[in-house]
């Protein structure tokens, strides 16, 4: 493995990091908070860290990209963005004297909250959301939508400089088994995804503000809808504003980034059963469908006391947001009947299921992914014919298309890895946490980029009460959930690091 190529990309994305936190700085300066200088400082610091790294390595600029160096670009790409995006919070916290009641206060706690928010997990370490300065808020925000469709992705949409290797990079950092090549040149393929990113993100900006949202929180909310994030600037999350117009909004956004982005840019270019052709698409909606129903009906009784339209209201929202691993909250508050941390354990093992199963391939969302499992359900269902009828050869099919058996088998490999990390996580987080509900679901939220878990990181907690190395393991699950296992488990294999 070649390091000066992996170090000089990674000048690049610390440039953009960089770059970037301009746009929190304005908020901070038009609300005239205490966080105007951190950003300053933080701007300076990263640029000037970039422009050292990119200049001593700079004459790997012209070197290819192969495939083993793309794993190691996109793996600490996102270790080494998160870890730049705490500058700001722990100059602040510097700056503010601490410890201070509602901030970031340790490095440990900043490097969690970054990475929960670039992974768009959306587990919070803060108590109180709303002690932040709008700017830290906005940046806290922003992460989650460069995460969302990815940062790397991002570099080679904008940097042509980027488009040898840019396939690998792209295969490495895009979610799901199979990874859709829009058009010829990957490039094109970037920036198409990233153009409906943005057109998403306009359109839910504009219509929560229609809806009575401010400028800011309207991006900020967008930012984690589109992104299947989660993150908000209040304290009560989406409960906060208590309506049934941004409710329905914020679904809609939700519901559309947890499916696949290539179907969405396949739509708007004119083709319009392109949703009703995709297999992928009917199953992941059809589980939304049907979990809805079920926690309607074991709802409307035991939590909403016959309240129809509640029930309906809620739990539509709440299976949405935890299928395409968002984790917005409606009614978090401790005391509220709404959030699903009080509902029926019927409703929160169904929760778990739609955690793990998570969002659709090539979108915004995390979880194992509604193919793979459409996939693997493929499998067990042909498995049994062929114990009914031994001769009978049956080929997997996802609607016309035949499923290759090195798909096939890379689907269930991929899915015993993430059961055997979740098992060995969840051992090390009980070992530390000493509560079964808190560690498993903890490991489950954070692994499949979820956010709310159950018991103390339930949706009325948050992580704060972890341990700083149960924080450690969690913010590792979230890495690995985000870039699906391999990219991060290939820089432990000795091979991967022998010279070329």
């Known amino acids: 493995m070649k390091i000066g190529i992996v170090l000089h990309i990674q000048s690049v994305l610390i440039m953009f990091i960089g770059l970037f936190q301009i746009f929190p700085l304005m908020f901070s300066i038009y609300y005239k908070g205490n966080d105007i200088y951190p950003f300053i400082y933080s701007i300076i610091l990263t640029v000037i860290t970039s422009a050292i790294i990119h200049l001593s390595t700079r004459r790997y600029r012209s070197k290819e990209i192969k495939i083993r160096e793309s794993f190691a670009i996109v793996t600490f790409g996102w270790v080494t963005a998160a870890l730049f995006a705490t500058i700001p919070f722990l100059i602040h916290s510097y700056m503010s004297g601490y410890p201070q009641t509602g901030a970031i206060n340790n490095f440990t706690d900043a490097y969690f909250e970054m990475m929960s928010g670039f992974t768009t997990t959306g587990s919070s ?97 967008t930012f984690g809808s589109v992104a299947t994030g989660g993150f908000s600037t209040k304290n009560l999350s989406i409960g906060h504003y208590n309506s049934v117009y941004i409710d329905v909004v914020v679904i809609i956004f939700m519901f559309l980034s947890g499916a696949n982005f290539t179907i969405h840019y396949r739509f708007l270019s004119g083709n319009r059963k392109a949703y009703f052709r995709d297999k992928e698409f009917l199953f992941y909606t059809g589980i939304i469908v049907a979990t809805s129903a079920l926690l309607m009906f074991d709802n409307l009784y035991k939590n909403f006391n016959g309240d129809f339209l509640n029930s309906i209201r809620y739990t539509v929202f709440q299976s949405v947001s935890i299928m395409t691993t968002t984790g917005y909250g409606v ?55 062929k114990f009914i009828y031994p001769r009978h050869i049956k080929l997997i099919r996802i609607g016309k298309d035949v499923i290759p058996e090195g798909i096939i088998l890379s689907t269930l490999g991929f899915i015993m890895i993430h059961i055997l990390i979740t098992g060995i996580a969840t051992l090390i987080m009980n070992y530390l946490e000493s509560d079964l509900v808190t560690s498993f679901s903890s490991v489950v939220t954070t692994l499949n980029n979820v956010g709310p878990g159950l018991g103390k990181v339930g949706p009325a907690d948050n992580f704060s009460s972890i341990s700083t190395p149960g924080k450690w393991i969690l913010t590792l699950c979230m890495l690995l959930g985000r870039l699906e296992l391999y990219s991060v488990i290939i820089l432990f294999v000795p091979v991967a690091w022998r010279k070329n």
Request: hydrophobic content about 50%.
């Open 331 to 385: 009614g978090i508050h401790e005391k509220s009947t709404y959030h699903f941390g009080v509902w029926s354990s019927f409703a929160q093992f169904l929760f778990i299921i739609l955690m793990i199963s998570g969002g659709s391939a090539g979108s915004t969302g995390g979880g194992v992914k509604s193919l793979r499992v459409f996939v693997a359900l493929k499998f067990v269902y042909n498995e049994i014919i």
């Open 125 to 221: 370490i803060l108590k109180d959301i709303e002690a932040l300065p709008k700017g830290l808020l906005f940046w806290r925000s922003l992460t989650h939508w460069l995460g969302g469709m990815g940062i790397i992705l991002l570099a080679v949409a904008i940097l042509p400089a980027l488009g040898v290797g840019g396939m690998q990079l792209y295969q490495a950092e895009v979610p799901g088994p199979i990874t859709d090549k829009i058009a010829p040149r990957i490039s094109e393929t970037a920036k198409i995804l990233w153009g409906v990113y943005v057109l998403f993100t306009v359109s839910e900006t504009i219509l929560l503000m229609l809806g009575g949202m401010d400028l800011f929180d309207a991006l900020c909310h």
